[in-house]
């Protein structure tokens, strides 16, 4: 595919550690999945061309290398985003809970230049686990959260099972592109 006319988004993927966002990225992007728990991948992002309305588009996707702690994200991981991914576990309410940590904190660094437009997107990971029966969070309060926060996408999703992945990273590209 030809390298001009493409459109660079970047992406950013928030949530607490061990809520699955290098295996979403990994399922999206590499098509693995990997039951081996890596703090790390070596990489500050990954990419991958997609073609969104006839446009070429090009996600670059930046993932915490284990540093999931707040104020330890430099400026770079912040700078230029386009979209910001919040992930939780649906099996793990604390993780549930710290979105709004997360969400408060990228509008801090990022300063985006108008954080009511700003595109964020939330996935609950995991849904497979346990055939869903260890699921703590219901879809209609993680829906609430998202009306509550100017009516963000929400996706239920398994980086394990392949399940709405590539649907979410659609609509992330999409949402960013929008609001190029
Ligand atoms: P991160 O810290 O948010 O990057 O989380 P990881 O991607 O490293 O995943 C943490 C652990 O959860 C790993 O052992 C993964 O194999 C596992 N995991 C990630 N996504 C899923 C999922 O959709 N379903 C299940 N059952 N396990 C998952
Ligand atoms: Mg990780």
Known sequence: MSLQNRTLLKVIVLGDSGVGKTSLMNQYVHMKFSQQYKATIGADFVTKELQIDERNV????????????????????????????????????????????????????????????????????????????SRVVSEKKAKDWCASKENIPYFETSAKEDINVDEAFHCIAKTALANE
Do not use: M
């Open 58 to 133: 090009t996600l670059q996707i930046w993932d915490t290398a284990g540093q999931e702690r707040f104020q330890s994200l430099g400026v770079a991981f912040y700078r230029g985003a386009d979209c910001c991914v919040l992930v939780y576990d649906v099996n793990v309410l604390k993780s549930f809970d710290d979105l709004d940590n997360w969400h408060e904190e990228f509008l801090k660094q990022a300063n985006p230049t108008d954080p009511r437009t700003f595109p964020f997107i939330l996935l609950g990971n995991k849904i497979d686990l346990d055939g869903g029966n």
